[in-house]
C-alpha cells in the first residue's frame, strides 16, 4: 500500500540509475473499478513531462526507476478518460448525489496489482493533514489516533464539477448499499446531519438497522429523531431489541413513545419491556431475540423449529427449554441437538443444571459470569425463574472494554 | 416601464445584505479607534486615504463576491483546491491570527466602552462574552445582525458632530484630494491601520461566504455588485466623518488620544455632557456585532478548508472542531481584554495592523484564484480589476515594509 502524498515528489531514475526528476503526478485510467496508473508527471526544474507508465521499471516508495535513459524518453498526451490524481482529485471535495458538501479528500491509498498501481482507497483522515505536513510523529506524540480513514474507491465516482469548479468526487447511495453495514456507517459518521438522514433512509429497512446499529452512539439518536417517523419506526423494528431500546432512552420522551407507537406489535412489546430495566443491569442490555423450545418437542422437530425461525447467528448456539409458562427449565446447544436422534425428546438430552442471572444483576457480574463458565450467551431470568432474555458475549465484552477502545474513531480530531 | 422599474427595486432589495453588511461592520471596534486617532493626531491629513480605500474596497468586495457566485465556494475551500494543503494551513495561520487579533480588539471594545459607563469590564465582558456565546448558538443570530444594523445609524452622530463643530471644510477638502505623507512610524502605523480596519482578511472570507450562503445566481451579479459600491462608499463615508469629527475637536483643542474617554470627545458637540455615553453605546454596539461575526467566521473558513462537520446548528458532539474555535475564538477574545491596564485603545489600532500586514497575504491567494480561468471561467479578473487589485496588495506590502524599516531606524 502506498500513499499518494508519500509518492510524490520522490526521485525518478533512468535505466544507468541517473535523477530525471521528481514524481509530480499519476495519471490514471477511470474506466475500471479501481483506477490504474497510467502515465507519470516528472517534473525537472520547471520542466514537467507526461511519460507512459509502461516505462516503469521498478516502483518504491523511496524512488522511481525507467526502463530507459534519459535520451531516449518521450512525452505523451492525456487521453480521454484519464485524471490526474494530485491535480484533479486531491484536497477536492466528496459530495454526495444531492450535491451538499462532504469531506475533503485529504490523500489517496494506492496499491500494486498485476504489474499496475491502482487507486483503492480515498483517506479523509484529520491523521492524513498531518502526515501531508510532514507531522505524522508529532501528531503521534499527541494523539495516538492516526490511522487514515479510508473510504474505498469503489463508493466514490469522479463527476466533473461543470465549467469552473474542476473535478469533484461524488459518494453514490446506490454504491453505499453494496459495502458492509459497518463500512456504511463509517461513512455517515463522516456525514452531516442530514446526509446521514438520507443516507440512511435510501437504505432498505434491515441493513438500515444494522447499519444504525453500527453508527457512532452519538449520532443515533439524533439521526432517528431527524428521520421520518415510518422510517425510523420499521428501522427500529429491524434492530435488536436491546439496541432498539438503548436508542430509545436516548430520544425524547415523546418522540420514542411515537416511535414505539408505530413499530411492529411483537418487536415494540420486547423492546417495551427491555425499557422497563434500569441501564445498568442485566435486564437493561439483554436482548429478548432467544431461541426457545418446550421440553416435550424431539430434536427433530426443534431443529425444524429453527429452520422456520431463521434466528440471527449469535443466538443460535444455545437453545433455551422453557416450560407452558416460560419457566427456564434447560439448555441444549446445538452441538447436542445436532448429534441427538430425531426422534429423542429435548428433555432427555438437555442440561438441567444450567448458569443464569436474574435481570436486575449488575453488569459486573454479568461480565463475571459469561467470563468465567466461557458461556457464548448467558440467560436473563426474573423472580419466578421466566426466562426474559439472553446476554450474549459481545455485549458482555463491552461491559469489560470500555466502548472507546471498541469504537475508535479512526479520526484524530474527533 | 415603470413595473419594470418596481420589479428591478425589488430584486436589488432583495439581493442587499453581503456588501452593506459585511462593509459596515468593518467599522467596528478597531475602526471607531482607528479614525478617532487619524483625525486626533493628525488632523484632516489621511482624508486623501479614504478616496483609495473604497475604491480597494469595493474591488476587492466585489472579487470575493463574484468568486463566490461563480464557484459556489468559500474563500478558504477554494485557496485549499487551488493551492494544495500547505499554503492552507500556511493562509489559515494567517488569517487565524489577524481574526484572533480582531476579536481580541472588540473585546477591548466592549471592555473600554463599559468602562465609559462606568462599570467594570471585569464583570462585564465575561458577561457579555457569554451572552454572544449564547445569542449564535442559540441561533438568533439573524435577528440580532439586524437589531445591531439599526443601530449603526448611531454613526449619524458622528456626521451631526461634525457639522455642529465647524470643520475647516476648505482643508479637508482640500487634504482628501491631496496626498500628504509624513515618515515617522506613528504616522505609517496608523495609516496601515486606517487602511487595515477597512480593507480586512476576514472581509474577504465573509462577503464570499455570504453570498454562497444566499444563493445569488450569476445574473443578478450586477445587482450585487452595485450594493458591494454601495456597501464600500457608506462605510467611507462614516470613516470620513469620524475623522472629520475627531479633527475638527480633538485635533484642533491639542488633545491627544489614548484612552476611549478621550476618542469620545469628538461627539461633544452633539451630545455635550452626555458625549461619553453616546459614544459607549456606539462602541458597545459595534464591538458586540463583530465580536459575534469574527468569531463565526474563523470557524466556518478552517472547518471549510480541512473538511470538518460545520454549522451553528451543530451540536458540540457532531461538530467539536467547530465550536472549538468558535469558543475558543471568544474565551481568547475575551480574556485578554480582561488583562489589567491593557491600552485597550491602542490594542484596538494594533489589531488593525495586524490586519494590514497580513492582508496582502490573503490578496495574494485572492488574486491567483481570480485570475484563473480554470477555476473562474470568463468571469475571471479584467485588467482594470487586476490594476486596482494589484496597486491595493502592493502599497500595502510597500507600507508593511516602511513599518518595519522606520521601527529599525527610529
Known amino acids: ?414 | 416601464m415603470p413595473r419594470i422599474g418596481r420589479t428591478r427595486l425589488l430584486l436589488f432589495l432583495a439581493l442587499i445584505g453581503p456588501g452593506l453588511i459585511t462593509a459596515n461592520a468593518d467599522n467596528d471596534a478597531g475602526g471607531i479607534a482607528t479614525y478617532s486617532m487619524a483625525g486626533g493626531r493628525y488632523g484632516y491629513s489621511m482624508l486623501w486615504m479614504l478616496l483609495l480605500i473604497t475604491l480597494s474596497l469595493a474591488v476587492t468586495q466585489e472579487m470575493g463576491a463574484r468568486m463566490g457566485i461563480v464557484t459556489g465556494q468559500g474563500l478558504a475551500a477554494l485557496i485549499r483546491e487551488r493551492f494544495r494543503l500547505k499554503m492552507t494551513v500556511f493562509a489559515m495561520i494567517a488569517m487565524l491570527i489577524a481574526n484572533l487579533g480582531t476579536t481580541i480588539s472588540e473585546f477591548s471594545g466592549i471592555a473600554s466602552s463599559f468602562q465609559l459607563f462606568g462599570a467594570s469590564k471585569y464583570y462585564t465582558v465575561p458577561f457579555v462574552a457569554a451572552f454572544i456565546w449564547l445569542l449564535v448558538v442559540r441561533g438568533s443570530y439573524k435577528i440580532a445582525e439586524r437589531v445591531f444594523l439599526v443601530f449603526s445609524t448611531f454613526y449619524l452622530s458622528y456626521v451631526i458632530s461634525g457639522f455642529m463643530a465647524h470643520p475647516d471644510w476648505g482643508q479637508a477638502l482640500h487634504d482628501t484630494v491631496v496626498p500628504s505623507f509624513q515618515m515617522n512610524a506613528g504616522y505609517i502605523l496608523l495609516s496601515i491601520a486606517v487602511i487595515g480596519t477597512t480593507i480586512t482578511p476576514w472581509g474577504q472570507f465573509f462577503i464570499q461566504a455570504y453570498v454562497v450562503d444566499k444563493g445569488i445566481s450569476i445574473k443578478h451579479f450586477r445587482y450585487t455588485k452595485a450594493e458591494v459600491i454601495l456597501g464600500a462608499v457608506i462605510t467611507d463615508v462614516v470613516a470620513l466623518f469620524i475623522i472629520v469629527a475627531c479633527a475638527a475637536t480633538i485635533y484642533k483643542t491639542g488633545g491627544d488620544i489614548n484612552t476611549a474617554d478621550q476618542a469620545a470627545q469628538a461627539l461633544v458637540p452633539l451630545a455635550g455632557e452626555w458625549a461619553s455615553n453616546l459614544f459607549a453605546f456606539g462602541l458597545l454596539n459595534a464591538s458586540v456585532l463583530a465580536a459575534g461575526i469574527l468569531p463565526l467566521a474563523t470557524a466556518y473558513a478552517i472547518c471549510e478548508a480541512f473538511g470538518f462537520e460545520s454549522g451553528v446548528n451543530r451540536s458540540f458532539r457532531e461538530a467539536p472542531i467547530f465550536h472549538g474555535i468558535f469558543t475558543a475564538s471568544i474565551v481568547i477574545g475575551a480574556g485578554v481584554a480582561l488583562i489589567p491596564n491593557l491600552p485597550l485603545l491602542s490594542i484596538m489600532v494594533l489589531a488593525q495592523d495586524v490586519n494590514g500586514i497580513l492582508l496582502p497575504l490573503i490578496l495574494i491567494f485572492v488574486m491567483v484564484i481570480v485570475n484563473d480561468k480554470g477555476i473562474m471561467g470568463e468571469y475571471a479578473n479584467s485588467r482594470r480589476h487586476n490594476i486596482v487589485a494589484g496597486l491595493t496588495t502592493a502599497a500595502l506590502i510597500v507600507l508593511s515594509l516602511l513599518l518595519v524599516a522606520t521601527s529599525l531606524f527610529s
Not at chain 1, 509530480?24 to 508527471?41: C, E, F, N, Q
Open chain 1, 1 to 414: 500500500m502506498f500513499f499518494l502524498s508519500k509518492l510524490l515528489g520522490q526521485q525518478v531514475k533512468d535505466s544507468r540509475s541517473q535523477t530525471v526528476g521528481t514524481l509530480d503526478d499519476i495519471v490514471v485510467t477511470i474506466k475500471r473499478k479501481y483506477p490504474s496508473a497510467t502515465k507519470l508527471v516528472v517534473k525537472s526544474g520547471r520542466q514537467k513531462m507526461l511519460l507512459p507508465w509502461q516505462l516503469v521499471r521498478n516502483f518504491e516508495e523511496s524512488q522511481t526507476m525507467l526502463r530507459l535513459p534519459a535520451g531516449e524518453l518521450k512525452a505523451v498526451e492525456p487521453e480521454d478518460g484519464e485524471i490526474f490524481l494530485a491535480g484533479d482529485i486531491l484536497d477536492k471535495q466528496i459530495v454526495d448525489t444531492e450535491g451538499h458538501k462532504l469531506i475533503r479528500v485529504n490523500d489517496l491509498q494506492l496499491a500494486r496489482a498485476n504489474g499496475s498501481l491502482r487507486v483503492v482507497g480515498v483517506d479523509i483522515s484529520g491523521g492524513a493533514i498531518m502526515r501531508r505536513l510532514g507531522l505524522s510523529r508529532l501528531a503521534e506524540r499527541l494523539s495516538r489516533r492516526v490511522e487514515p480513514h479510508l473510504l474505498d474507491w469503489k463508493t466514490v465516482e469522479p463527476v466533473s464539477g461543470g465549467d469552473t469548479s474542476g473535478m469533484k468526487l461524488q459518494v453514490t447511495h446506490d454504491k453505499l448499499a453494496l459495502l458492509h453495514p459497518a463500512d456504511i456507517a463509517d461513512i455517515a459518521n463522516e456525514l452531516s446531519p442530514e446526509d446521514r438522514v438520507a443516507v440512511v433512509e435510501a437504505l432498505e429497512a434491515e441493513i438500515a438497522a444494522d447499519t444504525v446499529e453500527e453508527m457512532h452512539p452519538n449520532f443515533q439518536a439524533t439521526l432517528l429523531n431527524d428521520m421520518d417517523e415510518k422510517k425510523a419506526a420499521t428501522i427500529l423494528s429491524n434492530m435488536d431489541p436491546d439496541d432498539a431500546a438503548d436508542l430509545l432512552a436516548d430520544l425524547p420522551e415523546e418522540k420514542a413513545a411515537a416511535l414505539l407507537s408505530s413499530m411492529r406489535m411483537k418487536e415494540a412489546r420486547d423492546v417495551k419491556q427491555l425499557l422497563s430495566y434500569e441501564e445498568d443491569t442485566a435486564g437493561g442490555i439483554m436482548t429478548t431475540e432467544f431461541v426457545s423450545v418446550p421440553p416435550g418437542m424431539t430434536a427433530g422437530q426443534a431443529i425444524g423449529r429453527l429452520r422456520e425461525l431463521e434466528p440471527d447467528a449469535e443466538t443460535i448456539y444455545y437453545i433455551y427449554v422453557v416450560d407452558d409458562d416460560g419457566h427456564l427449565a434447560g439448555v441444549i446447544s446445538l452441538r447436542d441437538l445436532l448429534l441427538a436422534r430425531r426422534d429423542q425428546k429435548v428433555e432427555e438430552f438437555m442440561e438441567h443444571h444450567l448458569i443464569s442471572i436474574h435481570a436486575d444483576a449488575k453488569l459486573e457480574e454479568v461480565a463475571q459470569v459469561v467470563a468465567k463458565y466461557n458461556l457464548l450467551a448467558l440467560p436473563i431470568i426474573d423472580e419466578e425463574n421466566i426466562l426474559r432474555g439472553i446476554v450474549t458475549v459481545d455485549d458482555a465484552i463491552d461491559i469489560i472494554l470500555p466502548l472507546t477502545w471498541k469504537k475508535r474513531l479512526p479520526k484524530i480530531f474527533g
